[in-house]
């Protein structure tokens, strides 16, 4: 008898994914762990209430997490509670900090001689100036936390130092007095996004921007292409990878005149648009990652 593909039955193994927007890549993971006959558990972190002192097993949340949450901050402290209780979390509570946090990672990349662009961190906008007239103009600034090009200003001359800086001390937020500065990478209109998951390159892509915007992030309008995985770029991308503590990871590189350098690495990646750039379908490498986590 030809066996119907709803009767094949699921794999022992159980994947959690813990969300709290429903994305595309959302719904190509499920699929794809679906496809693998994982039993998959879905969990709106919203919803969620962990007692402290609850032991939360493989049962409940299965042997694998995969941490999908948006917000930063949601998604560190759910991999706090369900790490503390031995599970096993893509990606950990430790790389989910490091890469949420660009000066943290900066210490990581150079740690690791990880090629990437100068920077320093100051505490007041007077240190801040300071910086900048060292580092020389144009140069960058940014938020420490934060994603989707918001407040990453390119910094012309002192004028607009002493501008920007104005606006950060009257906004209401301790994070902006943490002045990140970053030399102004001389680069073409785009930058490289290199997925790396476990320790192989799965995809590589150029996102370019659009005529008269300078920020490459697809969320402002940036378009997406297949990038050759050159022997430096792949070298660049696992070593970037590996410095963040490992994962499912998206490695964000730009070109310099000096080579490729490393300016982020981001933890609860987003990757339609280097799908539908490559025809690689990176649901299916990720979910082939989690079981094989789950083995050990
Ligand atoms: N040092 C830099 N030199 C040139 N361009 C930069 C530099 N830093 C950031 N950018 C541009 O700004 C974009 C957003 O910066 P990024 O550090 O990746 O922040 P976010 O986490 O918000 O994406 C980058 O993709 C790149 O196009
Ligand atoms: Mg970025």
Request: aromatic letters at 6%; hydrophobic letters at 40%.
């Amino acid at each position: 008898m030809k066996i119907g593909e709803s009767e094949i039955p699921f794999l022992p193994k159980k994947l959690s994914i813990i969300f709290d927007r429903t994305r595309w890549e959302e719904k190509a993971l499920i699929k794809a762990a679906r496809r693998k006959r994982l039993q998959t558990e879905l969990i709106d972190a919203k919803t969620l209430c962990l007692d402290v002192e609850t032991r939360y097993d493989a049962k409940t949340y299965g042997d694998v997490v995969l941490q999908r949450c948006i917000s930063y901050f949601r998604g560190l402290h759910v991999t706090a509670v369900l790490e503390k209780n031995g599970l096993s979390v893509v990606n950990s509570f430790d790389t989910s900090l490091v890469c949420g946090n660009k000066l943290l990672t900066s210490l990581a990349l150079a740690k690791a001689k990880v090629p990437t662009p100068k920077t320093c961190v100051t505490f007041t906008p007077e240190a801040a100036l300071e910086a900048m007239d060292r580092i020389g103009y144009p140069a960058v600034i940014k938020p420490v936390i934060g994603s989707w090009g918001r407040l990453i200003a390119p910094v012309n001359d002192r004028a607009t130092a002493e501008t920007i800086l104005e606006h950060r001390e009257q906004m209401n937020s301790s994070l902006l007095q943490i002045h990140y500065i970053q030399e102004m990478v001389n680069r073409p209109p785009r930058d490289i996004r290199t997925i790396v998951v476990g320790d192989r390159v799965t995809v590589s892509i150029y996102r370019s921007a659009p005529a008269g915007v300078w920020r490459t992030n697809v969320a402002l309008g940036a378009t997406t292409t297949p990038c050759p995985i050159t022997g430096e770029l792949e070298d660049v991308a696992i070593r970037a990878a590996k410095a963040v503590g490992g994962g499912v990871l998206a490695v964000d590189s730009m070109e310099s005149p000096d080579g490729i350098v490393v300016h982020e690495v981001n933890s609860t990646i987003e990757f339609k648009g280097a799908a539908a750039a490559t025809g690689v379908d990176i649901a299916k490498k990720i979910i082939e990652y989690l079981i094989e986590i789950s083995k050990r």
